[in-house]
């Protein structure tokens, strides 16, 4: 091996063990909320449905590129690469999704006593979890055309007009329908994604008025900074940065590939460690909360 396999071997190895530790303590830790009996919040419901999909996107990425980066050749099948691609790009959309309907319910949850606001809170649980189990389907239907054209790749045949994925290849098309095949896919992406930076935007906006509120009930010295309202406001912020930046910088890899004729294994190892960087991160940012 190679000193950059090895260095990649480590990466990926590091990230998909680190992100599954992380995932599988928030696991333990409603598990035992369960068996003690406590009733848990509408939010953690969401937030199981995020580590589910964390699991996937971790394992079917990391676990295939620590294959090919330690040498193993032929390690899938045909079966193998279609299973593999299709949860990772389910696990992905969920992930999305999920944090942008946490996002959408907290801003309900703190939106002030109105009645237009009151009527939305009546019915903000059953309509967010009604999105939440179709997001699962949607991203089924959204990313069934991954297991028509992914395969193993033969290393002895020809292979100069597929797409190659380290163990797995794609069928390569024309210009015009990778375009319109990297606009599907990155679209809705898109669309939660600026759901998700309003709702946490207007969270800030909320709780800065209460904020200017409580400097007239406060006494004089009233410092911002140490009150809760600066460290929740601190945490959606670092949560919406965190999940904007990597999505951004996987959404932009993921349409080069998409458009590209030979892709480089730098871009797809690239790609790869950016796609695993918020499952391996969030569940720290939930568990130090």
């Given at each position: ?48 449905h995020l580590i589910v999909a964390n699991f996937l996107t971790l394992l079917c990425k990391g676990v ?154 406060h006494r004089s010295n009233f410092s911002f900074r140490s009150s809760p309202e600066f460290r929740v ?43 695993a960087c918020f499952p391996t991160v969030s569940p720290f940012l939930v568990i130090s909360r």
């Open positions: 091996m190679e000193t950059s396999d090895v260095v990649i071997s480590v990466i990926f190895m590091s990230q998909t063990v680190v992100g599954i530790l992380g995932n599988s303590f928030l696991v333990y830790h409603y598990l035992m909320l369960y068996f003690m009996g406590c009733r848990l919040k509408f939010t953690d419901w969401i937030l199981q295939p590129h620590i294959v090919s980066a330690f040498g193993w050749k032929d390690f899938f099948n045909d079966i193998e690469c279609k299973l593999i691609f299709f949860l990772h790009r389910i696990g992905r959309g969920v992930s999305i999704s999920s944090t942008c309907f946490l996002s959408v319910f907290q801003a309900i949850t703190i939106s002030p006593k109105t009645a237009r606001w009151r009527q939305l809170k009546v019915k903000s649980h059953s309509s967010i979890a009604s999105c939440v189990y179709m997001s699962w389907a949607l991203s089924f239907l959204i990313n069934i055309t991954f297991p028509m054209e992914m395969r193993a790749i033969q290393y002895n045949k020809n292979i100069t007009r597929e797409r190659v994925y380290e163990q797995c290849s794609s069928v390569q098309h024309d210009k015009t329908t990778d375009i319109v095949s990297a606009i599907f896919l990155t679209l809705p992406d898109v669309l939660l994604m600026l759901l998700m930076i309003w709702s946490s935007s207007y969270m800030v906006f909320i709780l800065y008025r209460h904020k200017q509120r409580m400097k007239h009930i406001t601190k945490t959606i912020m670092l949560l919406v940065s965190t999940f904007v930046f990597f999505y951004t910088v996987s959404c932009v890899l993921q349409i080069n590939m998409a458009l590209a004729h030979s892709l480089t294994f730098l871009w797809v190892n690239m790609a790869t460690v950016v796609a």
